[in-house]
């Protein structure tokens, strides 16, 4: 069956534009992840969806970092304002539920110049 | 705060050898604990999870679980140079709380 899809795969952008990045789960799976991942770097856990509740948004950097996902499926991930920081690797997750183990789209590379 | 350790490495090994990767959580009431593989500028790729106590195979690979002693271990028979990659560790507490990912080993294997 078909996997995490995420879109774009890149994105460049400048200083100060807003970004949009998307991601469409795993058919069924409550569960939904946002992580981002500078180079070299370990997976930084930005936002955590689970079915109807509320989001976990504990690892937003900053209020320039939205996200929503809706109908229960599809995300998208909105920042605001971009900044040369906010240049990496954007990945998004996926599972049946909370304790079920994760599956990774391809990822967003995002680069602001 | 959560916490999941893993020794950043990297951690040669040679080829054939067992590689033993290490993981360490605070929390004492976690459920499930999963091994992922990363790649470089690949994503996150599940090996194994594992949810009771004791030894799960699959292949190659072992992965041991010790909740009285909070850790869980992966290990790696007869590595290849294919394995060279880091490996994230990855606890979620149950309850529909968010999982908790290490900081990764990176694994080398050395022909």
């Known amino acids: 069956g078909a996997g995490v899809s995420q879109s774009p795969s890149n994105k460049v952008t400048e200083k100060g534009k807003d970004v949009e990045l998307r991601c469409d789960p795993i058919?069924?799976?409550?569960?939904l992840y946002w992580y981002r991942q500078s180079l070299g770097q370990g997976l930084e856990f930005l936002i955590y969806f689970q079915g109807n509740s509320a989001p976990d948004k504990s690892g937003l950097p900053s209020d320039r970092f939205s996200a929503e996902r809706t109908g229960g499926s599809v995300s998208t991930l909105t920042i605001q304002r971009t900044q040369q920081e906010d240049s990496a690797v954007y990945l998004c997750?996926?599972?049946?539920?909370?304790?079920?183990?994760?599956?990774f789209g391809p990822g967003t590379r995002l680069t602001v110049l | 705060q959560k916490e999941v350790e893993q020794n950043s490495g990297p951690l040669s090994v040679p080829e054939g050898a067992i590689a033993s990767l290490n993981c360490t959580y605070s929390d004492r009431g976690s459920q499930s604990f999963f091994w992922y593989r990363q790649y470089s500028g690949k994503s996150p790729e599940l090996i194994m999870s594992i949810y009771s106590n004791g030894d799960k195979e699959d292949g190659r690979f072992t992965a041991q679980l010790n909740k009285a002693s909070q850790y869980v271990s992966l290990l790696i028979r007869d590595s290849q140079p294919s394995d060279s990659a880091t490996y994230l560790c990855a606890v979620n507490a149950g309850g529909y709380q968010k999982v908790t990912f290490g900081t990764g080993t990176k694994l080398q294997v050395i022909p």
């Open positions: 058919s069924g799976h409550t569960a």
């Open positions: 997750a996926s599972s049946l539920d909370a304790d079920n183990e994760q599956f």
